[in-house]
């Protein structure tokens, strides 16, 4: 009978112990995510700022048919789907530079709809490029989906992968 006391005591003493241990501890929480520095917000801004600028500025510069303007813009190792389905490499985008010129009419660039998500040195940007393209009733206006992928070596952007997709015209059926 001792045994089951001095044991009765022990369990006693735990027992009434636990709560001001407990008391002491802070409540439990689910923990909260640590919040993002501003510092990887504002570098993000300008990575989107500086390739969004990066497309607008090759676009404004491709009906010169300036081939440094496209060896610029795409990497050596570029993968570009047209859209038609067809995948060329940076040596046939060049090459087409020069037939492009001598048998469409001069057409213009311009882009919207910008989405651009940067990785570090990895970044894809998406967007709405609107082609104006002269023809023989006037004027056209083309609409193409275009997601780039771009790859920062030595410092400078380049695009390593490309995906032309013409968006299909909607008649208005009325």
Request: net charge positive; glycine share 6%; charged share 20%.
């Amino acid at each position: 009978m001792k045994y089951m006391k001095r044991r009765g005591l022990k369990l006693f003493a735990v027992a009434a112990l636990l709560p001001m241990i407990n008391a002491g501890a802070p409540a439990q929480t689910t923990p909260k995510p640590p919040a993002q520095p501003t510092m990887i917000v504002t570098k993000d801004a300008a990575v989107i700022e500086q390739l969004t600028q990066l497309v607008r500025d090759f676009l404004a510069n491709v009906p010169k048919g300036d081939k440094k303007v496209f060896d610029n813009f795409f990497a050596d190792d570029v993968i570009y789907t047209r859209s038609a389905g067809v995948t060329v490499d940076k040596e046939e985008i060049l090459n087409n530079i020069d037939v492009r010129a001598a048998t469409e009419p001069q057409a213009t660039f311009d882009a919207d709809g910008f989405v651009v998500h940067p990785y570090g040195d990895t970044a894809v940007v998406n967007f709405r490029l609107i082609m104006h393209s002269p023809n023989q009733s006037g004027a056209a206006t083309i609409y193409f989906r275009n997601t780039g992928t771009f790859l920062k070596r030595n410092g400078k952007w380049q695009v390593v992968a490309w995906q032309a997709t013409r968006v299909p015209l909607v008649e208005d059926k009325q």
